[in-house]
C-alpha cells in the first residue's frame, strides 16, 4: 500500500522569503502522479502544483517548484517570494497511473503541514 | 461554470439522526468521490464512482451510503449519525478514464454530530 509523510507539522517564514515542504512518499508502482494541495482558512483545497512521475523535468508554477527526487521517494515544495497568502496547510498526495480500475483516482494524502508567513 | 457544488456549509446532528450531504459537478467528469477530513488524520476516502450506476468503497465507507443516478450528482446519506461521524466532508471530481487526471474539490461541509 501506498504512504505519504510529511514530517514538518508546523513551519513559519518570513514574508518575501523561500520556504521549503518536505514530504516523502512510499511505493512499490512505477508510474504515478504526485500534487501539492493548499488548503487556507476559507477550507477550499486548491491544487497548486503537480508531477508526473515518468517526467524528470521538475515541475513549476510561478513562485512554486519542486524538487522530485524519485529514487529517494521525495517530493519537496519550494516557495519562493512567500506572500502573506501562502499562509495555509498545504498537502501532498499521490495517485497511482491510469488503468481501468475503479479506484484509479484515489488520493492517498499526507496529514500536512501548517505553513505560516509573517510579516 | 460552478465546478463542484457541495449543500450544505454547515450542520449540526443529534445521534441517530439521518442526512443527506449533496454534490453536484457540471464538468461531465465520471469520476466522483467523497473524502473526510479529521484532525491529525488528513483525508480518506469513503465513497467514489466512476459513472452513474457504479459506486465503491473507500478506506472508512461504514455508517455512509452512496449512489449515482446521474453523471452530475453523488449524494452522501448518513443512515444514523454518530458523534464519530463529526468532520468535514469534501466531494471531489475528475475523468475517470483519460483526459485530465486533475482533481477538482468542493468547498466542503462541516458537520458535527452532538
Known amino acids: 500500500a501506498q504512504t505519504v509523510t510529511q514530517s514538518q507539522p508546523e513551519m513559519s517564514v518570513q514574508e518575501a522569503e523561500t520556504v521549503t515542504l518536505s514530504c516523502t512518499y512510499d511505493?512499490?508502482?512505477?508510474?504515478?502522479?504526485l500534487f501539492w494541495y493548499k488548503q487556507p482558512p476559507s477550507r477550499q483545497m486548491i491544487l497548486v502544483i503537480r508531477?508526473?512521475?515518468?517526467k524528470q523535468q521538475n515541475a513549476t508554477e510561478n513562485r512554486f517548484s519542486v524538487n522530485f527526487q524519485k529514487a529517494a521517494k521525495s517530493f519537496s515544495l519550494k516557495i519562493s517570494d512567500s506572500q502573506l497568502g501562502d499562509t495555509a496547510m498545504y498537502f501532498c498526495?499521490?495517485?497511482?497511473?491510469?488503468?481501468?480500475?475503479?479506484?484509479?483516482?484515489?488520493?492517498?494524502w499526507g496529514l500536512g503541514t501548517s505553513l505560516a508567513v509573517n510579516p | 461554470n460552478a465546478g463542484v457544488t457541495q449543500t450544505p456549509k454547515f450542520q449540526v446532528l443529534k445521534t441517530g439522526q439521518s442526512m443527506t450531504l449533496q454534490c453536484a459537478q457540471d464538468?461531465?467528469?465520471?469520476?466522483m468521490s467523497w473524502y473526510r477530513q479529521d484532525p491529525g488524520m488528513g483525508l480518506r476516502l469513503i465513497h467514489y464512482?466512476?459513472?452513474?450506476?457504479?459506486?465503491d468503497q473507500g478506506e472508512v465507507p461504514n455508517g455512509y451510503n452512496v449512489s449515482r443516478s446521474t453523471t452530475e450528482d453523488f449524494p452522501l446519506r448518513l443512515l444514523s449519525a454518530a458523534p464519530s461521524q463529526t468532520s468535514v466532508y469534501f466531494c471531489?471530481?475528475?475523468?475517470?478514464?483519460?483526459?485530465?487526471?486533475?482533481?477538482?474539490f468542493g468547498p466542503g461541509t462541516r458537520l458535527t454530530v452532538t
Open positions: 471531489a471530481s475528475s475523468y475517470a478514464f483519460g483526459g485530465s487526471y486533475e482533481q477538482y
Open positions: 511505493t512499490s508502482e512505477s508510474n504515478y502522479y
Open positions: 464538468m461531465n467528469h465520471e469520476y
Open positions: 498526495a499521490f495517485m497511482k497511473h491510469g488503468g481501468n480500475a475503479g479506484n484509479n483516482r484515489k488520493l492517498i
Open positions: 464512482s466512476v459513472g452513474a450506476g457504479i459506486t
Open positions: 508531477q508526473e512521475a515518468y
